[in-house]
């Protein structure tokens, strides 16, 4: 019986070495060509102001369309361009303000040529992403991030495994390394990403929160029955204890009122009962920490507050009902 699992271990393994040998060559504190070349292929980029241009042939291809769609996901503007659709027509796609990032594992994909071309005509910085030392694709290339020699996955046909995995790493890199010098952070990313769990999780609290005109909140003089009446009446739980100035100085929650229940003392106000100092959010915070924040204290609502003030609130269900883990 063939063991599927020892096989698939064995793949990951040659795929490790693969992405080691780029991190060797990277972390070898000698100026290593790769890393010479990749520090000049961030420079190159962030120069440019058009677009990236990926592009790439076969299995290529499909690496060279998750490189630009990462791209673009992180604030790059990047597109992909078929390098044989480019021989009929959509060379016209890439402008002399882009910038070409090829992907080659030979470094001489026929399809390629025009490409290169054209890129040498109209003077377009051309960055290459291969295992050709020597090749067309390399001597072509301003930075050219050469591949260090790997064995691919699949000893029987050589087939593009190993070769892929190390060039979409690369490319990985080469976003997250841009993304960084530009300080884009989660909120940016959400303006691409607003789909899906990741664009729920990247939405903020100001988006999801209950407005002030639905918060139930009370002074700290408030008789207990009151509380208990605007607690019931908005259905979140809990209820906002206010001081003179209006600032959040607590929050009572039904299991406040449960615990004092049986304090017989009717003259109870909210200021005795109440949970000082609560855990509380902004307008800006993100969906996912304020989830995390309300998981890890084991409540399920949070005041939101801006310049002490309550503004809002949010209730766990509000981050659940979009998607947000």
Known sequence: MTDYLKIAKEVLAIEIKGLEAILTEL??????????????????????????????????????????????????????????????????????????????????????????????????????????????LEQAADASLLLPAAQEACGETRAPTTSTTMALALGDALAVALLRSKGFTASDFQNYHPGGKLGAALRKVKDLMHSETSVPLCSLDTPIPDAVKKVSEAGFGCIGVLDKNGNLAGIITDGDLRRHYNDNNPGQCA???????????????????????????????????????????????????????
């Open 27 to 136: 972390d070898d504190g000698t100026g290593s060509e790769l890393s010479v070349a990749f520090l000049k292929a961030v420079d190159l980029i962030k120069q440019s102001s058009g677009r990236v241009i990926v592009t790439g042939m076969g299995k290529s291809g499909h690496i060279a369309k998750k490189i630009a769609a990462t791209f673009a996901s992180t604030g790059e503007p990047a597109s992909f361009v078929h390098p044989g659709e480019a021989s009929h027509g959509d060379l016209g796609m890439i402008s002399q303000n882009d910038i070409v990032l090829a992907l080659s594992n030979s470094g001489e994909t026929p399809e390629l040529r025009d490409v290169l071309g054209y890129c040498g005509r109209f003077n377009i910085p051309l960055l290459a992403i291969t295992s050709g030392a020597g090749s067309t």
């Open 271 to 325: 200021a005795e009962i109440m949970t000082k100092n609560p855990k509380t959010v902004t307008p800006d915070t993100l969906a996912a920490e304020a989830l995390s924040i309300l998981s890890d204290q084991r409540i399920t609502a949070l005041f939101v507050l801006q310049n002490e003030k309550p503004v809002g609130l949010l209730h766990v269900h509000d981050c659940l009902s979009i998607g947000v883990v």
